[in-house]
């Protein structure tokens, strides 16, 4: 029996007593959820109905709590039900109905965890959104891993998700960014402005290598020469490099064709017709202070230039008109300072800053070696990059570290822990559980150990202590899916793959699965295979979540 299912229980539960007392059904809520008690010694689940219920119907919640207890005591597969001080109601599970828990995990397999909680939710999810002037660096991994677990718990609940990558190939910059290969090929310094590292030389030699005639050209055609071809080049390392890293995006969306398509002329229109631009000093204006911006903004410089941020409205629009409801946008911890005039932004729309447009910011990530931290790659040669973090700790720990940890807290990712094959390395942990399942599974094979038919899946005999730990613990993915969705928390689906690994090691270490020598094959034997592949299942399917591979080897 699932959380899930046991809460609808209650919740019949409760409409017996409502209808054998002659109490007011429409007190009763839709739905009821269960929690796990902190100790367990209090049972398996707890329920609050009766305190929830008990103000509505004038009854006191531990007499309320009494008539539930007792009708839950007829219900199939509990074993007792406890009130416990104000009117808690504390549940245990008979070991058939908990442990056919594993039947139902491993029947579902990779659907295991999946839910519809977000049915209906349309949104877009910017992450990375590098500019191409250089690799990722590591702060732009961290929102590679933890954007991408996100877009998968966001589908696995439900939602309609579009990825997207935001190239910003226009504006100065991008200028910066072409005098800089410009000079490379002349072999003369980078402008005091512009970007340094053996990347830029690189880009340069390969721009020289499809047009060879590039400085025989005037400085102003060579360096637009530079700008288009080292644009590209520079796309397509971003672009490789993240798919490398197992990140691909549905949509890679170009600045320039915003200016292109002229909708940064439609944004402005649009503005002017909620009444939010005005123009002052030659420029043109949007009055972002009527929602609670530090001041207004310029959309559109005395020159005629535009400013980013009347990219930003263009982009923003632009996804609204694909039909995006919510437009989600992961930013660097240097970005604290957009919140207020993007939400402003949405509201000068129309829109409701709250509903359509959410904004998450990730903090600093520092690698380090040997205590200290890494402060440059070879190649960069001011940051570190993507290709620097995976050459240290791979990618799998690359992921898993990412996402370990809430975006807004700073992390120290230490080479030697997360390169350690030891139980302190978290995603070692992890996957050592996904590994042992599945060798057990194989041993299994070889000694004719197989689950048998579902029939006869003796799910009672699950009633060691140890299994039960594991049974709850499995039963809990679902939950812990929905609600790092919902909280773009990926990190708590983290800690919970290894509670997970812990209550495994646990069972592993106090319920024998395989027969020994030549001892007979019994159906306990067979019911901890299940529970043994359930645990298989469990794991994979929240490392995959993660985009974390579930080794059968290690």
Not at 248 to 259: A, I
């Amino acid at each position: 029996m699932t959380p899930a299912e046991l809460a609808e229980v209650v919740l019949a539960a409760a409409h017996a007593v409502f209808t054998e007392r002659g109490l007011d059904r429409s007190a009763l809520p839709g739905q009821t959820t269960v929690e796990r008690p902190r100790n367990p010694e209090h049972g398996d689940y707890a329920s609050t109905l009766a305190l929830q219920l008990s103000k509505k119907v004038g009854l006191p919640p531990r007499d309320l709590a009494g008539a539930l207890a007792e009708q839950l005591g007829r219900a199939p597969g509990i074993k007792s039900v406890e009130i416990a001080g104000p009117g808690f109601l504390n549940i245990r599970l008979d070991a058939a109905a908990a442990g056919q828990l594993a039947r139902l995990i491993v029947e579902a397999g990779p659907a295991y965890g999946r839910s519809e909680r977000l049915a209906g939710q349309r949104l877009n999810l910017e992450f990375v959104s590098a500019n191409p002037t250089g690799p990722v660096h590591i702060g732009g991994v961290r929102w590679a891993a933890v954007g991408d677990a996100l877009s998968r718990l966001l589908r696995a609940t439900g939602a309609e998700v579009g990825t997207e990558y935001y190239f910003n190939d226009a504006g100065s910059q991008i200028d910066r960014f072409a005098r800089s290969l410009l000079a490379a090929a002349k072999g003369e310094p980078a402008p005091e402005d512009g970007y340094g590292g053996a990347y830029i030389a690189e880009i340069a030699a390969e721009v020289q290598a499809r047009r060879p005639d590039v400085l025989t050209l005037d400085d102003a055609a060579a360096q637009e020469v530079f700008r288009v071809e080292g644009v590209a080049l520079m796309f397509d390392e971003i672009r490789s490099s993240l798919r490398d890293f197992g990140v691909e995006f549905d949509t890679y969306f170009n600045e320039k064709d915003l200016h292109d398509r002229g909708e940064l002329d439609l944004a402005l229109t649009r503005l002017r017709e909620q009444g939010h631009v005005f123009e002052a000093e030659g420029a043109t204006w949007l009055r972002t202070t009527e929602f609670g911006d530090d001041k207004d903004r310029v959309l559109r410089k005395s020159n005629g230039e535009w400013t980013y941020f009347a990219a930003d409205c263009a982009y923003y629009l632009d996804k609204r008109e694909r039909g995006f409801d919510r437009v989600v946008i992961m930013l660097g911890a240097d970005h604290h300072g957009y919140i207020g005039r993007m939400k402003a932004m949405a509201a000068c729309f129309g829109d409701d800053p709250e509903q359509n447009l959410e904004i998450l910011i990730g903090q600093l990530v520092n690698l380090l070696r040997d205590g200290a931290p890494v402060r440059m790659s070879k190649r960069a040669g001011t940051v570190v990059t993507l290709e620097d973090l995976v050459d240290a700790i791979g990618v799998d720990a690359s992921r898993y570290a990412l996402a370990r940890y809430s975006s807004d807290s700073p992390i120290d990712i230490d080479v030697e822990l997360w390169t350690r094959a030891t139980r302190d390395n978290p995603v070692y942990y992890v996957q050592y559980v996904a590994a042992r399942t599945a060798s057990v599974a194989r041993n299994a094979a070889e000694v004719g150990l197989t689950r048998g038919e579902v029939d006869a899946f003796r799910a009672d005999l699950l009633d060691h202590e140890k299994e039960n730990e594991l049974l709850k613990a499995l039963a809990e993915f679902p939950a812990v899916v929905a609600t790092a969705a919902e909280l773009r928390a990926p990190h708590r689906l983290a800690h919970y793959l290894e509670d997970v690994a812990q209550a495994y090691h646990r069972f592993y270490d106090n319920c024998r699965i395989l027969p020994r020598g030549d001892e007979e094959v019994t159906d306990l034997h067979r019911a901890r295979l299940w529970l043994n592949d359930a645990t298989r299942t469990v794991v994979a399917n929240g490392l995959h979540l993660l985009g974390v591979t579930a080794p059968e080897r290690m």
